[in-house]
């Protein structure tokens, strides 16, 4: 599949392997994975994180390789079901994180062209992201702005 914003291809990443069930050695308790997953969005950190920490330090010190194996949900749904779940979902977060960053560095370099590049696909991904969550998990009247990232990014 071709790249948004350019005409090359990109390199194809790895694929998980098929798995129907969570491997023995890994008999944690559901409960406790959601337990754990829960205290780790306390702690402030994103789904991706989490499924890092789970995978590194796992529960009571047993990894976790797939927390959906485990416990047949998806960590962003388990942060929904214990209200747990981000303001905004992970990957507008972080889109939005690289465009105020852009933008700070485009007023002290306002003759990198490059970057002012960079700058307009990522608020055009971040406008596309937008109407894809509107009225789901985004309020049906929100429109991205620089002065709303802003604002939304230091809560």
Known sequence: MARMHT?????????????????EWSDVDAADIEARVVELAEQGKDPSQIGLALRDEGVKGVPIPDVKLA????V???????????????????LMERAVRLRDHMETNRQD???????????????????????????????????????????
């Not at 388990?78 to 303001?87: S, T």
Request: charged share 40%; net charge negative; hydrophobic share 25%.
């Open 7 to 23: 005409r090359r291809r990109g390199s194809s990443g790895s694929d998980k392997p098929v798995a129907d069930e969570a491997p």
């Open 71 to 74: 416990t047949g949900k998806k």
């Open 76 to 94: 962003t749904t388990i942060l929904e079901e214990n209200d747990a779940d981000p303001e905004l979902p992970e990957d507008l977060k972080n």
């Open 113 to 155: 062209k490059s970057n002012r590049r960079a700058l307009q696909n990522t608020e055009s991904k971040i406008r596309r992201l937008v109407d894809y969550y509107r009225g789901n998990k985004l309020d049906e009247d929100f429109t991205y702005n620089y002065d709303v990232a802003v604002e939304l990014l230091e809560k």
